[in-house]
C-alpha cells in the first residue's frame, strides 16, 4: 500500500450548489461570489480574493470524484493502522451532510457520500462479506454513531438514547455502542437508527438543518492493532444572530458556537504546538480529543457557499480552513 504520511493536514474547499431560492423565501438573482480557475486547481477566489488549500472543488464536483481524490487516502492510513479523522464545516444548508453521507436514505450510486463509500472500500481491503463464512478475513470492523448537542454527548446506538454519556461511564466519552459491520445493509441500520435519535429542528437557514454535531466512526481491528477512521458531520457554523431564533433553538446556537469556538482553540494550541491543548473546554472538543490530536490524520473538507448574502459566513469559514492548514500533526500507528 503506498501511503503519503508527509501530508498530515488536508485541506479542501467545496462550492455547495446555487440555491434558487434565497433566504428568508427572497427570490435572490445574485452574481456568484466564488471563481475557479483551471490554472490554480487548488485555488478559490472568494470575492476577488485568491485562497489556496490542498484541494478546491466547485459545485460540479461528483461524490465519486470527491472520494476518490480526498478521502480514500484516509481509508488507506486507516487501514494501515493510524487513527484518521474526516471533518465537515461550513454554514447550514452548504452539503457537509450531503457529503459527508449520514443519510439513512437509499439514494442512487452517484448521491452516496464519503461514510458508505469507506465502509465499502474497507470491506473490500479486509476481504469481509456477509455472504460466507469470512475464513479470509483480515480482521472485523465495527461502527459507533455520537452526537453532542447542547453540550451533551448521546451515544446513538444505545437502548437508552436520551441518557446522556457522562465522563464517569465514560471516559474521555469515547466508546459508544460498536456495531460490528459487514454489508452495506449494517451500516444503512445504524444510519437509521441515529438519525431516528438524532435532534432535528427547523431554523430559518435549513428547514431541515441539524442543531448538532455527528460523529460516525469506523473501527478496524486488525490483530493487535485497533485503528478508527472517524467521520465528523458538524453542526451548522453560522452565527447565532443569523439563524434567528429566539428560545431553545437559541440556546442551541450558542451551544454549537461554544463547540466551534473549542474546536478552533484546540487547532490553535496544536499550530503552536503547545503540550496543553485544552479539549475540556467544550463537550465537542473532550469528545474529539481521540480523533483531533497531535497524532491522528486530519482532512478537513469545508463547505462553503457561492450566495453573495452568504458572503460573511463564507470568509469566516475560509479563516477556519487556513487555521486549520497551520496544525502540526505527526500521525503514529494507533495500538490498542
Ligand atoms: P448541511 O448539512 O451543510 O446543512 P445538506 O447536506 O443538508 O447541508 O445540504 C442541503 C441540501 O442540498 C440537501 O437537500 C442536499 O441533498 C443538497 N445538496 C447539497 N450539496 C449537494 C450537491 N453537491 N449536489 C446535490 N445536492 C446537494
Ligand atoms: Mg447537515
Known amino acids: 500500500m503506498n501511503i503519503n504520511m508527509k501530508e498530515s493536514v488536508v485541506v479542501a474547499v467545496r462550492e455547495a450548489p446555487y440555491r434558487n431560492t434565497g433566504m428568508q423565501g427572497i427570490n435572490d438573482i445574485e452574481r456568484s461570489v466564488l471563481e475557479f480557475s483551471r490554472e490554480c486547481p487548488k485555488a478559490v477566489i472568494v470575492d476577488g480574493t485568491v485562497y489556496s488549500f490542498d484541494h478546491s472543488f466547485d459545485s460540479k464536483v461528483s461524490q465519486e470524484q470527491l472520494y476518490r481524490t480526498l478521502i480514500h487516502p484516509l481509508v488507506?492510513?486507516?487501514?494501515?493502522?493510524?487513527?484518521?479523522?474526516a471533518m465537515a464545516y461550513g454554514q447550514t444548508g452548504t452539503g457537509k451532510s450531503y457529503s459527508m453521507g449520514m443519510s439513512a436514505e437509499r439514494m442512487s450510486e452517484e448521491h452516496v457520500g464519503i461514510v458508505p463509500r469507506c465502509l465499502k472500500d474497507i470491506l473490500k481491503y479486509m476481504n469481509i462479506n456477509d455472504q460466507k463464512e469470512n475464513h479470509a478475513a483480515m480482521g472485523e470492523v465495527f461502527a459507533s454513531f455520537i452526537e453532542v448537542y447542547n453540550e451533551k454527548a448521546y451515544d446513538l446506538l444505545a437502548v437508552d438514547v436520551n441518557e446522556p454519556l457522562t465522563s464517569r461511564t465514560h471516559p474521555r466519552f469515547t466508546g459508544g455502542t460498536c456495531m460490528p459491520m459487514k454489508s452495506q445493509k449494517d451500516l444503512l441500520q445504524i444510519l437509521m437508527l441515529g438519525t431516528k435519535n438524532r435532534h432535528v429542528r427547523a431554523t430559518n437557514m435549513n428547514n431541515n438543518s441539524s442543531r448538532s454535531h455527528a460523529i460516525v466512526t469506523i473501527h478496524i481491528q486488525q490483530g493487535f492493532q485497533h485503528s478508527r477512521l472517524n467521520i465528523i458531520?458538524?453542526?451548522?457554523?453560522?452565527?447565532v444572530r443569523r439563524t434567528g431564533n429566539e428560545g431553545v433553538a437559541r440556546a442551541e446556537g450558542v451551544f454549537i458556537n461554544m463547540g466551534l469556538m473549542g474546536i478552533n482553540k484546540v487547532m490553535?494550541?496544536?499550530?503552536?504546538?503547545?503540550s496543553l491543548i485544552p479539549y475540556r473546554e467544550s463537550i465537542l472538543t473532550t469528545v474529539l480529543q481521540a480523533s483531533l490530536n497531535s497524532q491522528c490524520s486530519l482532512t478537513l473538507l469545508v463547505c462553503i457557499s457561492p450566495h453573495a448574502s452568504d458572503l460573511n459566513e463564507t470568509l469566516s469559514t475560509i479563516r477556519f480552513a487556513k487555521n486549520a492548514k497551520q496544525m502540526k500533526i505527526t500521525p503514529q500507528l494507533s495500538q490498542q
Do not use: F, Q
Open 76 to 85: 488507506l492510513k486507516a487501514l494501515a493502522g493510524y487513527d484518521c479523522t
Open 233 to 239: 458531520d458538524l453542526a451548522g457554523s453560522e452565527s
Open 268 to 274: 490553535a494550541s496544536l499550530s503552536a504546538g503547545r
